[in-house]
């Protein structure tokens, strides 16, 4: 934040070559407006460049999802809970929470086999709660069963299964996947990385699994 100053170090690097500053445990900043001021120099220790970054943190939402209730609302709360897990991804930003209550989700309500549950990152989704919990030690994620099915088509008939359950797609930071059973996917196309990857896709990206069966 303004008024706040730190030092980071490099090895040197030729004018052609390229380094990266990584910026790790962005999670404990507290929301606000943030810069950062990158000083290049030269072999006598001489500026050549600063390059000004800027970025915003924003505080994170929960987003709840359950597939029990009557009608899909904003999300909110369990009461006014989306239906589906997608509308949840959809709604989500870096950083954001998603609960899931018990039950079998699908990554599409149609039969197109490319839908997938795409991921964000930085998301934790959780599963394996009833759908009135107001914390994450209340849920027993062991005995509700919270599943991720690619099982779109015919059911039992995995030729017109989703090819990928789970993607997750050049994201700078990997999301969690806590409390399900994933199961139902079938790469068996040919293209577009469609035969790889059932169960999950990952590409220049990575994932956390906590509590989770693949089937």
């Keep these: 934040p303004a008024g706040t100053n730190a030092t980071f170090t490099n090895n040197p690097v030729s004018s052609s070559g390229n380094t990266s500053l990584i910026l790790s445990d962005t999670e404990n900043l507290s929301p606000g ?8 120099r030269g072999p006598n220790n001489n500026s050549i460049h ?16 359950n597939g029990n209730v009557s009608g899909s609302g904003d999300g909110t709360t369990w009461t006014s809970a989306y239906k589906n897990l997608w509308q949840a991804l959809d709604a989500a930003n870096p950083g954001d929470e998603i609960w899931v209550a018990q039950g079998e989700y699908k990554p599409t309500n149609g039969s197109n086999r490319d839908q997938t549950f795409d991921l964000s990152s930085n998301l934790k989704i959780y599963g394996g709660f009833i759908g009135n919990e107001n914390s994450l030690g209340q849920r027993d994620w ?20 989703a090819y990928h359950v789970l993607s997750a797609q050049n994201l700078f930071a990997p999301p969690l996947i806590d409390g399900f059973s994933i199961k139902g996917g079938n790469a068996n196309g040919s293209g577009s990385n469609r035969d790889k990857g059932g169960g999950i896709f990952l590409e220049n990206s990575e994932l956390t699994l906590q509590n989770c069966t693949l089937e």
């Design 142 to 161: 062991e005995n509700n069963p919270t599943i991720l099915s690619g099982d779109i088509g015919t059911p039992s008939i995995s030729s017109d299964n």
């Design 50 to 65: 600063d390059y000004s970054v800027a970025f915003t943190v924003v505080p994170s939402d929960r987003i709840y999802v």
């Design 33 to 40: 407006n943030y810069s950062i001021v990158i000083e290049g």
